[in-house]
């Protein structure tokens, strides 16, 4: 039958709807009590008037549950892997640059152009100081050959 | 010592931390209003003390409870107050150089506190047995560093929204620079000129905006994803750690329980923002909106998944 295992309950609270308290005492294993009077039943059990309510035994049990999932360690490895990709994929960027050098008689052009798939603001700074890097450089080459 | 004189010193720096944040937080917001630097200072010292009592609380709970402070919804928003304080004052006024954010943070933190205090308090006794194993060291310290770095990212965005719609109102009539916007300032080292807070590179401060000690809008944008970018994949580590867990406590790894389902979407919705930023460029409003969101899931995540919805993470400790 159903064991009510899939439903999450929490195992500290027990429902109460439908009980009423026994206010009689404790009643030990093995006892019978005479529900009107609350007395425990002595000799004979089955000459006592009345309703009882009988205590037969304790008998303890361990409701278990068996199940097998065989896409465990798959779904361990897609974890790691998620886990040590993330880095990359938080502060990474894929970007392109193009740098063409044309001479047009008087001397070298150079024209630079690129593009960022991620970050693209960081990009732009990027970009910003690799031109900056760039003319400086050149004008080196420049007063170097002078 | 006793059992009950840690308590006694837990709950009495407790009220310490508690009172200094409170204090602290409207010297800040008075900072903030008039630029006064003592005021600042005093603020500051009062929020380190503060920071250095609540320390002793949290220490002195888990000597008395002899265990890890953080066994019950009290004990987690106390340590998570802690490390918003903390980071704020490491990491966002003492790296980033940013004051005008003290008030606010402190805020969320003494919120924290003065909730916890009242309505989730529980003495300190031994652990649910549920949550008895050592994955309490890893899952629920990750939970908290990820929450409360998200916390601080959500203060950010809630700021920007304000900041934006500030600097929007100052463009329409004319900024007092005369150049249609505000020229921001470098924490007082000179006037920098261009639009607002850009170009500001990978090591210098955060530009803060004319008129205010508050950052401009695009630099507080930065500020929030730059945290949230940090606190994300802790985040997704404590989700990972506790779906370990849950398979070695309850025989499966993930059971859509009311508490899985909510830091999952909480991971869908901060993982969006990244998504978003990185790569479509979802930059200022809408990126603090999302963010604002996010942050919602994980409080609802905290407060309302573990007092009133039934699931197996039902234990705040709080009947």
């Known amino acids: 039958g159903d064991l009510g295992l899939t439903?999450?309950?929490?195992?500290?609270?027990?429902?109460?709807?439908?009980?009423?308290?026994?206010?009689?005492?404790?009643?030990?294993?093995?006892?019978?009590?005479?529900?009107?009077?609350?007395?425990?039943?002595?000799?004979?059990?089955?000459?006592?008037?009345?309703?009882?309510?009988?205590?037969?035994?304790?008998?303890?049990?361990?409701?278990?549950?068996v199940g097998r999932d065989r896409a465990l360690p798959l779904v361990l490895l897609a974890s790691v892997v998620l886990l040590v990709a993330l880095p990359p994929a938080l502060y990474g960027s894929r970007r392109r640059i193009f740098v063409r050098a044309e001479t047009n008689g008087e001397g070298t052009v150079l024209k630079v152009g690129g593009f960022a798939l991620q970050r693209?603001?960081?990009?732009e700074e990027e970009f910003a100081r690799l031109v900056e890097d760039l003319e400086r450089a050149s004008q080196r080459r420049e007063v170097g050959a002078r | 010592m006793t059992t009950e004189q840690w308590t006694r010193i837990s709950t009495d720096a407790f009220n310490v931390a508690l009172f200094a944040y409170v204090s602290a937080m409207v010297g800040y917001f008075h900072h903030l209003a008039f630029r006064r630097t003592p005021v600042w200072r005093v603020a500051?010292?009062?929020?380190?003390?503060?920071?250095?009592?609540?320390?002793?609380?949290?220490?002195?709970?888990?000597?008395?409870?002899d265990r890890v402070p953080w066994g019950n919804m009290y004990e987690y928003s106390s340590l998570l107050a802690f490390l918003v304080v903390a980071v704020y004052l490491v990491y966002v006024e003492g790296v980033r150089g940013l004051r005008a954010l003290g008030g606010f943070a402190l805020a969320v933190a003494a919120l924290?506190?003065?909730?916890?205090?009242?309505?989730?308090?529980?003495?300190?006794?031994?652990?649910?047995?549920?949550?008895?194993?050592?994955?309490?060291?890893?899952?629920?310290?990750?939970?908290?560093?990820?929450?409360?770095?998200?916390?601080?990212?959500?203060?950010?965005?809630?700021?920007?929204?304000?900041?934006?719609?500030?600097?929007?109102?100052?463009?329409?009539?004319?900024?007092?620079?005369?150049?249609?916007?505000?020229?921001?300032?470098?924490?007082?080292?000179?006037?920098?000129?261009?639009?607002?807070?850009?170009?500001?590179?990978?090591?210098?401060?955060?530009?803060?905006?004319?008129?205010?000690?508050?950052?401009?809008?695009?630099?507080?944008?930065?500020?929030?994803?730059?945290?949230?970018?940090?606190a994300f994949p802790i985040w997704t580590f404590a989700v990972i750690a506790g779906a370990i867990w849950a398979q070695e406590a309850w025989g499966r790894y993930w059971g859509w329980d009311p508490k899985e389902t909510w830091s999952f979407i909480t991971w869908v919705l901060f993982a969006g923002y990244l998504h978003a930023r990185a790569t479509s460029g979802w930059q200022g409003r809408r990126a603090a909106v999302l963010a604002l969101v996010g942050f919602a899931s994980l409080v609802v995540n905290f407060y309302a998944v573990n007092l009133w919805i039934v699931g197996l993470h039902s234990y705040a400790g709080v009947s």
């Open chain 1, 7 to 65: 439903v999450p309950q929490p195992t500290s609270v027990l429902d109460k709807s439908g009980l009423r308290r026994w206010t009689g005492g404790a009643i030990g294993a093995g006892r019978t009590v005479d529900l009107a009077t609350g007395e425990v039943v002595r000799g004979d059990v089955d000459r006592a008037p009345g309703i009882t309510v009988r205590f037969s035994g304790l008998r303890q049990y361990t409701v278990l549950q």
């Open chain 1, 120 to 123: 693209r603001e960081t990009f």
């Open chain 2, 44 to 65: 500051r010292l009062v929020a380190v003390a503060g920071v250095v009592a609540h320390g002793l609380s949290i220490a002195a709970r888990a000597l008395a409870a």
């Open chain 2, 112 to 230: 924290t506190m003065a909730v916890a205090v009242s309505f989730l308090y529980v003495g300190p006794g031994p652990l649910v047995p549920a949550l008895n194993s050592y994955w309490i060291k890893v899952h629920v310290v990750a939970a908290i560093a990820g929450s409360s770095l998200l916390s601080l990212g959500a203060v950010c965005s809630g700021l920007y929204l304000f900041q934006e719609r500030r600097e929007r109102r100052l463009a329409a009539v004319g900024a007092p620079a005369g150049k249609g916007r505000p020229a921001p300032i470098m924490g007082g080292s000179g006037v920098r000129t261009g639009p607002v807070g850009s170009r500001e590179g990978e090591t210098g401060s955060i530009a803060v905006a004319r008129g205010g000690l508050l950052p401009t809008a695009d630099g507080l944008d930065r500020l929030a994803s730059r945290i949230i970018a940090f």
